[in-house]
């Protein structure tokens, strides 16, 4: 148990190295992870990003605010509810992601490059399980 522990940590401080080398300056970590989320949705409720990621409200805010004035994301009104704003990547958001996404195909590099066929299909596996599992304890914590 201690082992996998110790993998666990030591993936996240070479992941994060990963981001430290690739991220633009320009945005916060917050401001990243929130610009990746909205790649995968078409708009989300920043109440919804607020659970997905595990942040305050108050804290979502100034990030979105920042985002905004960067012109990397937009809002409007929700049609269900006026009063709550739909946010959305701009086409310049997009090209950041698209940017840092291009330098992070280094991992696939290397994992490409030391993974057999199978290992690659059983990681693939096993992260996505682990992944699922975080994600779920997360918004069941929200509830």
């Known amino acids: 148990m201690v082992q996998l522990e110790n993998v666990l940590k030591n993936l996240q401080c070479e992941l994060v190295a990963e981001r430290n ?6 945005i916060s970590w917050l401001q990243y992870d929130i610009l ?8 989300i409720l920043p109440s919804k990003i607020c ?18 004035l960067m012109n990397y994301i937009q809002q409007k009104p929700s049609n269900k509810d006026g009063r709550e704003l739909l946010t959305f990547l701009t086409k310049d958001g997009r090209n950041l992601l698209s940017e840092i996404d291009h330098g992070h195909s280094h991992l696939f590099k290397v994992a490409n ?5 199978e290992e690659k299909e059983q990681f693939n ?8 599992a975080l994600k779920l304890e997360r918004l069941k914590n929200h509830e």
């Open 36 to 43: 990746t989320l909205l790649d995968s949705e078409s708009e």
């Open 51 to 68: 659970i997905l990621l595990g942040i305050s409200r108050t804290k979502l805010s100034k990030a979105l605010k920042e985002l905004k």
């Open 21 to 26: 080398r690739i991220n633009p300056q320009t």
């Open 113 to 117: 490059s030391v993974f057999k066929a």
């Open 125 to 132: 596996n096993l992260a996505e399980k682990y992944l699922n």
